[in-house]
T-cell receptor, first 111, second 117 residues
Framework: EDQVTQSPEALRLQEGESSSLNCSYT??????LFWYRQDPGKGPEFLFTLYSAGEEKEKERLKATLTKKESFLHITAPKPEDSATYLC????????????FGSGTRLSIRP | GAVVSQHPSRVICKSGTSVKIECRSLDFQATTMFWYRQFPKQSLMLMAT?????????EQGVEKDKFLINHASLTLSTLTVTSAHPEDSSFYICSAHHQGGGAHEQFFGPGTRLTVL
């Protein structure tokens, strides 16, 4: 059964303090791993898709990396506006178009 | 980028009434859309997969007669919560499947907050 586990559950950082969020996954044939950002009361906003181990993608202060067992979302010099819940999700070849979400990491950046 | 809209964004209704939520893909065609439910501080729970022109596929434990899904066109799916009760109060989010590269990325609507009195 496909599974996604995210850690930590919550993370509080000072503005400018870099850190990483972890996403561990098990899937029978990875078609893609996705990162989303979700603000309170809103739908998830698409950030990245990673397809294979060793791949990296960047967007502003965020960089996502992928290995065969986990993905990291690195946030460099975060700002208060980066505060949100970050969701990791995977899609396997056996699941058609369905994606399985992790429980998310609530990130809070203090000014 | 791919844009998905939902309407209404917020609805309050009396117990026993039915509520319809619309999900539209604005700049792409979506043969598949998904409906999720989210409780406070929890992740998204997939309710059903909506396929254009065919019956929806419901996840285990989701009542088909309670949550009616219709995917009438390549840009519109609707979720009707029938005879709503207070326990149906939740945040409902739809997504549309947009194939990019080798993975089937999903783009999400802004969500609908349903409150049943």
């Amino acid at each position: 059964e496909d599974q996604v586990t995210q850690s930590p559950e919550a993370l509080r950082l000072q503005e400018g303090e870099s850190s990483s969020l972890n996403c561990s996954y098990t899937v029978s044939g990875l078609r893609g791993l996705f990162w989303y950002r979700q603000d309170p009361g809103k739908g998830p906003e698409f950030l990245f898709t990673l397809y294979s181990a060793g791949e990296e993608k960047e967007k502003e202060r965020l960089k996502a990396t992928l290995t065969k067992k986990e993905s990291f979302l690195h946030i460099t010099a975060p700002k208060p506006e980066d505060s949100a819940t970050y969701l990791c999700a995977v899609q396997g070849y056996s699941s058609a178009s369905k994606i399985i979400f992790g429980s998310g990491t609530r990130l809070s950046i203090r000014p | 980028g791919a844009v998905v809209s939902q309407h209404p964004s917020r609805v309050i209704c009396k117990s026993g009434t039915s509520v319809k939520i619309e999900c539209r893909s604005l700049d792409f065609q979506a043969t598949t859309m998904f409906w999720y439910r989210q409780f406070p501080k929890q992740s998204l729970m997939l309710m059903a997969t909506s396929n254009e022109g065919s019956k929806a596929t419901y996840e285990q434990g989701v009542e088909k007669d309670k949550f009616l899904i219709n995917h009438a066109s390549l840009t519109l799916s609707t979720l009707t919560v029938t005879s709503a009760h207070p326990e149906d109060s939740s945040f409902y989010i739809c997504s549309a499947h947009h194939q990019g590269g080798g993975a089937h990325e999903q783009f999400f609507g802004p969500g609908t907050r349903l409150t049943v009195l």
